[in-house]
């Protein structure tokens, strides 16, 4: 596997976490997990921290 597919589909990977974290948001979705139910401030976290993962993916893209 090449760096710039590596780049590409980790970001891509990220970027879709992140807007499902957007969204879980939005619509109060519930996670549930086994009999653990995941919290709504979980995607408070994950939402910056997908997203600036994605960002980073593009600008090493982008650097290259």
Known sequence: MTTKLYLI???TIFFLVGILHL???VYQWP???GTLVVPHELS???LPVATGCGLW???L???R
Do not use: E, I
């Open 9 to 11: 589909l980790s970001g």
């Open 23 to 25: 969204l879980r948001l």
């Open 31 to 33: 996670v549930v997990v």
């Open 44 to 46: 408070y976290f994950g």
């Open 57 to 59: 993916a593009v600008w």
């Open 61 to 63: 893209l982008r650097r």
